[in-house]
């Protein structure tokens, strides 16, 4: 049995144990999203539902993921999420407008809380149609990305299953390849699409592939600077990856 076929039936096994009748997932263009479609619809071949939610997006992301629909034959739904990103923004900025003067609203980074916005009214729509048909919410999330918590917390981070979860960006794209997921979204470089030209690394601050080869060897195989960053963002992140701690009664 392949790498493709173990995790299709992984996910078969999983939809049937929750009693759902197949996987929804955002199609948004990358590479993840690309081969969690695919096995996906191995798993539940005429129970998927790739969903578009542009919110002002690149029109090339919207484009990459209607082509993966198409060379798989996926349905597609649209959720076009602008107008309610842009309302809700515009109020949570007043209210921080409004804070007492005592209360500091520190930015740690100014983009952050309003991108952040953005998956997570994902997760809510991904939620309302999965709720709709009894399906599961397929994640997107890569062992790399996990490693990092470079997700946003309960936004791409809020999920039913991580299909891809043991696998490293390296594994991803080869199993892409495998599952003939088209080029032109193999070769692009990663983002996460929460800003105008951004991208995983330069975000990151370090390549995958230097973050793979810390985690198969260590951080004496990498420069001292990157692994020191490795090991901050690992640690900052840990509450992502845990459930919300509980005080003792």
């Avoid at 790739?50 to 349905?75: K, W, Y």
């Avoid at 602008?82 to 100014?110: C, E, N």
Wanted: glycine share 8%; aromatic share 6%.
């Amino acid at each position: 049995m392949n790498r493709a076929e173990k995790i299709s039936f992984w996910l078969k096994d999983r939809a049937a144990q929750a009693g759902a009748r197949g996987f929804i997932f955002g199609l948004s263009g990358g590479i993840d999203s690309a081969v969690v479609a695919r096995l996906c619809q191995m798993a539940a071949p005429q129970q998927v539902l790739g969903v578009l939610m542009p919110c002002h997006s690149q029109e090339q992301d919207e484009a990459h993921g209607r082509l993966v629909a198409t060379a798989f034959n996926i349905p597609v739904a649209r959720v076009d999420l602008a107008a309610t990103f842009d309302v809700l923004t515009t109020t949570l900025r007043d209210s921080v407008k409004g804070l007492p003067s005592h209360v500091d609203a520190i930015d740690i980074k100014q983009q952050l809380p309003v991108a952040n916005v953005k998956p997570r009214l994902r997760m809510t729509s991904l939620y309302f149609l999965a709720n709709s048909l009894n399906y599961l919410v397929a994640g997107t999330g890569n062992r790399s990305e996990i490693e990092l918590g470079y997700y946003t917390k309960y936004g791409d981070g809020g999920v039913d299953l991580l299909p891809l979860g043991n696998l490293l960006k390296s594994d991803v794209r080869a199993l892409a390849r495998d599952l003939g997921v088209p080029d032109v979204i193999i070769e692009k470089p990663p983002s996460a699409g929460l800003w105008a030209g951004q991208t995983d690394e330069s975000e990151m601050g370090f390549t995958y592939e230097l973050l793979e080869v810390y985690l198969a060897q260590g951080r004496a195989a990498v420069p001292g600077d990157v692994a020191a960053r490795i090991e901050k963002l690992h640690t900052v992140s840990e509450h992502k990856r845990a459930l919300p701690p509980v005080a003792p009664a």
